[in-house]
Nanobody
Framework: QVQLVESGGGLVQAGGSLRLSCAAS????????MGWYRQAPGNGRDLVAI???????NYADSVKGRFTISRDTAKNTVYLQMNSLNPQNTAVYYC?????????WGQGTQVTVSS
């Protein structure tokens, strides 16, 4: 089993920044990919960014150039630095971990961007 705990969400004005953190514990050696998804009210859960064990990254087109995903393997933590936030980024952000056998999700952290 893998446990994921997110932190760093909150309320920010448009144009501001937030950094999300996700700490993994448990069978962390089994994790291949970690990342972030988000779900806005009335929408499905969409990819924001992912990072592999080799450091390869992939971003949703809407966040490229504004969001940066990084991973501290010593701390078993993945980060999402979000800059130039806009109200369309308002959503619950979920940490994600992929293993060979299954995917894991955190409990989610709310990000609200006011105009």
């Amino acid at each position: 089993q893998v446990q994921l705990v997110e932190s760093g969400g909150g309320l920010v004005q448009a144009g501001g920044s937030l950094r999300l953190s996700c700490a993994a514990s448990g069978r962390i050696f089994s994790i291949d990919v970690m990342g972030w998804y988000r779900q806005a009210p009335g929408n499905g859960r969409d990819l924001v960014a992912i990072i592999t064990n080799d450091g390869l990254t992939n971003y949703a087109d809407s966040v490229k150039g504004r969001f940066t995903i990084s991973r501290d393997t010593a701390k078993n933590t993945v980060y999402l630095q979000m800059n130039s936030l806009n109200p369309q980024n308002t959503a619950v952000y979920y940490c994600y971990a992929q293993t060979l056998s299954r995917n894991y999700w955190g409990q989610g952290t709310q990000v609200t961007v006011s105009s």
